[in-house]
């Protein structure tokens, strides 16, 4: 193993900006890095290749291998533990993953809209009510979410908030391998006692469905889904939440684009392709390891070597995205990877992208002057976490 590879991850410390070695990823040739184990990896930031890696069956992503790339310690045991689909290769992934599959239909998410949309007009009237100077992470990005996962998921409103305690200690990057080890845990705890209750006394939600069709039949035991709901609260709070903070702030940082989404609101499609392009919050995913030597786009990939295919990177390939550096709330980016592809694409992609509509839509007609309320360089982002995003954004109109 070389030691004068360049560390993996690199440090992100500049607000909105990406690492800075993202550039020679995008659009181009992989980079060769080396992670805390000296472990040698390939970061793939050219659009095509992402899509290549991410659909060969050359690259496995079974988390449970020894030789699975990580970026920290403590994420090498938090891989260990993970049971869910999230960390499986076909045939196993597409099993457990249909077994969710019907609660994210595109229908499903349709009728959703109009409870996400009174949740929203909620959260706003409360901001309204309470007046400025107002942190819109606490007030909007957490609550929203959360609510959200109430309505689909079945989990009670009032244990949001440790839910969210879990998952950050899950997805931080800088606590010991005991700490989120701890975290996990409590989490899977966490989801295997509401499964119990959900069996005891069901309901009209996902945990009552997925019971009554795969566990009380025997198909799906419940530890196994206790493993699948942990994965889906974490993601359905941390990240929506994440993107409606980078999200707002990145509009009040761009006022000829925020403009434009004001005078035409039916740009709020494309909008959020763009930010979701733009931002990439999930820093370190996907991942694959090589499972026997390959060749990516002129590099020689071998045996054991673990590959980034690294979302913010493709999502500035010049080749597919012209002017990648420029926030266009008007170009088509459908073609975006910030939720993954292949068989491991977010299976909660569709609510995310309505949850965000919602929320951008009534936030800037609700509040047209809304404004930042503290000084740019003392926003408080979440450097320490897998998930990007921001800590705090106080607000005013």
Same mark, same amino acid.
């Given at each position: ?15 909105? %900006? ?50 699975? $790339?990580?970026?920290?310690?403590? #994420? ?36 959703? #809209? ?5 949740? !929203? ?36 409103? *009032? ?10 200690? #899950? ?13 996990? !845990? ?12 959900? =069996? ?6 996902? &945990?009552?469905?997925?019971?009554? =069709?795969?566990?009380? $039949? ?32 990145? @509009?009040?940082?761009?006022? =000829? ?6 005078? *035409?609101?039916?740009?709020?499609? $494309? ?7 733009? @931002? ?7 991942? #694959? ?19 980034? !295919?690294?979302? !913010?990177?493709?999502?500035? %390939? ?8 420029? @926030? ?14 292949? &068989? ?24 047209? %002057? ?28």
């Amino acid at each position: 193993m070389k030691t004068d590879l360049p560390l993996f991850p690199f440090t992100r410390d500049k607000q909105l %900006d990406l690492p800075g070695e993202y550039a020679e990823v995008s659009g181009g040739c992989p980079m060769p890095v080396r992670l805390w184990n000296d472990q040698r990896a390939w970061l793939v930031g050219n659009h095509a290749d992402f899509l290549s890696v991410l659909t060969d069956d050359r690259f496995s992503g079974e988390f449970a291998r020894s030789d699975f $790339p990580c970026v920290t310690e403590a #994420r090498r045991g938090i891989d260990k533990a993970e049971k869910s689909f999230v960390g499986m290769d076909n045939p196993r992934h597409d099993v457990y993953r249909r077994m969710v599959m019907k609660e994210f239909t595109a229908k499903r998410m349709l009728a959703l #809209r109009p409870p996400i949309e009174a949740i !929203a007009e909620d959260l706003l009237e409360a901001m309204e009510r309470n007046g400025p100077p107002c942190d819109l992470v606490a007030a909007l990005a957490v609550e929203l979410p959360a609510l959200v996962m109430c309505a689909l998921f079945g989990s009670p409103y *009032e244990d949001h908030h440790y839910i969210a305690k879990l998952a950050a200690g #899950r997805h931080g990057l800088t606590q010991s391998p005991q700490e989120a080890a701890i975290a996990a !845990a409590e989490l899977v705890d966490y989801c295997r006692k509401l499964i119990a209750r959900k =069996e005891a006394t069901p309901a009209d939600d996902m &945990i009552s469905r997925v019971i009554q =069709e795969w566990v009380l $039949p025997g198909h799906l035991g419940r530890d196994e889904f206790a493993d699948m709901c942990s994965m889906i609260l974490r993601a359905g709070h941390d990240t929506t939440t994440n993107m409606i903070g980078l999200g707002t702030l990145t @509009l009040l940082r761009h006022p =000829e684009q925020l403009s434009r989404l004001k005078s *035409e609101p039916e740009l709020i499609e $494309p909008a959020v392709d763009e930010l979701l392009r733009y @931002l990439s919050p999930v820093q370190f995913a996907p991942r #694959r390891v090589a499972l026997q030597d390959a060749e990516i786009h002129g590099a020689p990939v071998r045996q054991g070597d673990g590959v980034f !295919a690294v979302n !913010a990177a493709a999502n500035r %390939d010049p080749n597919e995205f012209p002017n990648p550096e420029a @926030l266009d709330i008007s170009r088509d980016a459908s073609n975006h990877v910030a939720f993954g592809y292949g &068989i491991h694409r977010c299976l909660g992609q569709g609510l995310a992208r309505i949850e965000l509509q919602v929320t951008f839509s009534k936030l800037f007609a609700r509040f047209p %002057d809304l404004r930042i309320a503290e000084p740019y360089e003392q926003i408080a982002f979440k450097y320490d976490s897998q998930i990007y995003g921001l800590k705090k954004l106080m607000v005013a109109w």
